[in-house]
């Protein structure tokens, strides 16, 4: 049987036009109904393209003149935009972003979730006035060029350190201190970690900012133990930065793409900073799970608590329930909250972070939510409402059976991956639950990430 070849070849230029984008914000062009994925193309335009490499299924290209502009195309503020990974949509106006999302929610609900979206209201994503500044949490690796220090995002699709003065998306105090930190360890001579060689000390610098608080923490991750003149370093930045709180060393000595190691200690001030979303005070330490769009998280967990719909007479249970973020928003609506998360350090900082808030109705367990909700079930604890707020890959099947068996009266679905959320929500309708609607809030400008809060509620009992 004769191969069959692809309609493109490797550097032939062709002239498509961009249907939509990939999950990391490539344009989408078809030759033939052979996808090519080209970067900085946008859904509607015209351009001639070079194809750079071809696969069995879909090719890579190159753009090369456009002949008509997207009317949402923008010039990227950002110097370093087209060399850094860390956003893909600057060239997209944020209304274009915005009409994107709410698209690429839809089109999964109605793709992989099987559900009609004429019969479920995906409403418009909700975005930020300001759609810059709102990271609260830079977390760079360090490197070396020309005997000097350098700090900021990789390179795309590399360990190539791409060294930054400002990232528009972080906060600027959070830039102000990775540049003046990076110059003060210069200066005394800190060697940063070389990945290739296991050699060095310096592996990457974070900083934690108050969005309400202004509190500020730095973290340093290291190869070792010790602290190459400590004591004038950390004299010269609490100087330096009198907003800084907390100055903390995370030890990470092994040969892993893996950010923290095992041992976090305090260096100076406290070992947590502290912050609100809403009217609830979190504590934060160095390897806390907290959201980094404070602001959009507020939006997010309103409409969470909305589609819970409590009157303070239920029963809830928050599954993955993190530092106890949610769980805290729905405590003070609920009669009796339960959280569950596999993390153990999370638990305790839920805990905490109760305690400071005086809520006596939420408590927390250590476990797998499909292993200590079947148990709680067990003991008659019955749910009125479960929300779940899963990682990407989605709920864990055996989850969302018990939930099936539980049968609470809503599900409230919080995601971070609205094609896991589709699939899950399949699984859902199939065992008597309704999609009532989605809510579609964009956590990441500039990013092609998109979070979502569903609504389901149980028509069949």
Known sequence: ??????????????????????????????????????????????????????????????????????????????????????????????????????????????????????????????????????????????????????????????????????????????????????????????????????????????????????????????????FPNKKVILSEITKKFPHIKSIVQNVNDKRTNVIFGNETKVLWGSEYIYDYIGNIRFAISARSFYQVNPEQTKVLYEKALEYANLTGEETVIDAYCGIGTISLFLAQKAKHVYGVEIVPEAIEDAKRNASLNGMTNVEFAVGEAEVVIPKWYEQGIEADVIVVDPPRKGCDETLLHTILQMKPKKVVYVSCNPATLARDIAILEQGGYQTKEVQPVDMFPHTMHCEAVASLELINR
């Not at 979206?117 to 930020?128: A, D, S, Y």
């Not at 006035?129 to 070396?144: H, I, L």
């Open 1 to 226: 049987m004769a191969k069959v070849l692809p309609p493109v070849q490797k550097n032939e230029y062709y002239d498509v036009v961009f249907e939509d984008l990939t999950h990391d914000g490539a344009g989408v062009a078809k030759v033939e109904g052979f996808p090519v994925f080209v970067a900085n193309a946008l859904p509607g335009e015209r351009a001639k393209i070079k194809v750079v490499k071809v696969k069995k299924g879909y090719g890579f290209g190159r753009l090369i003149e456009l002949y008509e502009q997207s009317e949402h195309r923008l010039d990227a503020p950002c110097p370093i935009y087209k060399q850094c990974g860390g956003c893909q949509l600057q060239h997209l106006s944020y209304s274009g972003q915005l009409h994107h999302k709410h698209k690429h929610v839809k089109e999964v609900f109605a793709r992989i979730g099987k559900v009609d979206i004429n019969q479920v209201t995906v409403h418009p994503t909700l975005g930020m006035e300001n759609p810059w500044d709102y990271r609260n949490k830079a977390q760079v690796p360090v490197g070396e060029r020309e005997g000097g220090l350098i700090a900021g995002f990789y390179q795309q699709r590399s360990h190539e350190i791409i060294d930054m003065e400002r990232c528009l998306i972080q906060h600027s105090i959070n830039d102000d201190v990775v540049r003046g930190v990076k110059e003060i360890c210069k200066q005394h001579g800190i060697r940063a970690y070389d990945e290739q060689r296991h050699k060095g000390w310096l592996r990457h610098i974070m900083v934690r900012h108050g969005y309400v608080t202004k509190e500020t923490m730095l973290v340093f991750i290291t190869r070792t133990h010790d």
